[in-house]
T-cell receptor
Framework: QKEVEQNSGPLSVPEGAIASLNCTYSDRGSQSFFWYRQYSGKSPELIMF????GDKEDGRFTAQLNKASQYVSLLIRDSQPSDSATYLCAVSGGTSYGKLTFGQGTILTVHP | SAVISQKPSRDICQRGTSLTIQCQVDSQVTMMFWYRQQPGQSLTLIAT?????????ESGFVIDKFPISRPNLTFSTLTVSNMSPEDSSIYLC????????????FGQGTRLTVV
């Protein structure tokens, strides 16, 4: 049984701070790791993906992957109120990127 | 990225009835997926819809309850059969866009309420 666990929320940070979201996964065969953002009432929107150990940066977002520890994280720098949403960690194994196992999500609130 | 259109966007249905959800993609894709998101929960994969073959269902989901069609490379339907209030969820279609060699994209979802 593949499992993906996210740090329990909700997470509240002040505007301009760094928000740190964490995720662990149980299947060592997992190959692709994704972070989706979901606003209330909307469908998930991909914000980051990472395949290799290390850091990957895209604007204010940095994804970090440590396969040995089976750990993936998302850092949001200079957090904005518009970043307030549920963040979903998703993992896929094998060659099908679309077959995802999702974590339970972490609700992030950025307050002015 | 692929553009995915789902219909209907929402519906309120009587228990015991069935609803068919349509998913249309603007480009040919090999694999399409159907997910369910129950209230306050994360997404759970229902099945993978393959063109020209039977859908592959995940544990806990069966074809009699969630029949799926995939007549071509741009279209799929999911039917929620003999509905009960427990089927009230958001149902999401996604596709794997290998042209972008990465990720799955999601349609806007169908919000189903069973009364």
């Amino acid at each position: 049984q593949k499992e993906v666990e996210q740090n329990s929320g909700p997470l509240s940070v002040p505007e301009g701070a760094i928000a740190s979201l964490n995720c662990t996964y149980s299947d060592r065969g997992s190959q692709s790791f994704f972070w989706y953002r979901q606003y209330s009432g909307k469908s998930p929107e991909l914000i980051m993906f990472i395949y290799s150990n290390g850091d990957k940066e895209d604007g204010r977002f940095t994804a970090q992957l440590n396969k040995a520890s089976q750990y993936v994280s998302l850092l949001i720098r200079d957090s904005q109120p518009s970043d307030s949403a549920t963040y979903l960690c998703a993992v896929s194994g094998g060659t099908s990127y679309g077959k995802l196992t999702f974590g339970q999500g972490t609700i992030l609130t950025v307050h002015p | 990225s692929a553009v995915i259109s789902q219909k209907p966007s929402r519906d309120i249905c009587q228990r015991g009835t069935s609803l068919t959800i349509q998913c249309q993609v603007d480009s040919q894709v090999t694999m399409m997926f159907w997910y369910r998101q129950q209230p306050g929960q994360s997404l759970t994969l229902i099945a993978t819809a393959n063109q020209g073959s039977e859908a592959t269902y995940e544990s806990g989901f069966v074809i009699d309850k969630f029949p799926i069609s995939r007549p071509n490379l741009t279209f799929s339907t999911l039917t929620v059969s003999n509905m009960s209030p427990e089927d009230s969820s958001i149902y999401l279609c996604s596709v794997e866009d290998r042209g972008h060699h990465t990720e799955a994209f999601f349609g806007q979802g169908t919000r189903l309420t069973v009364v």
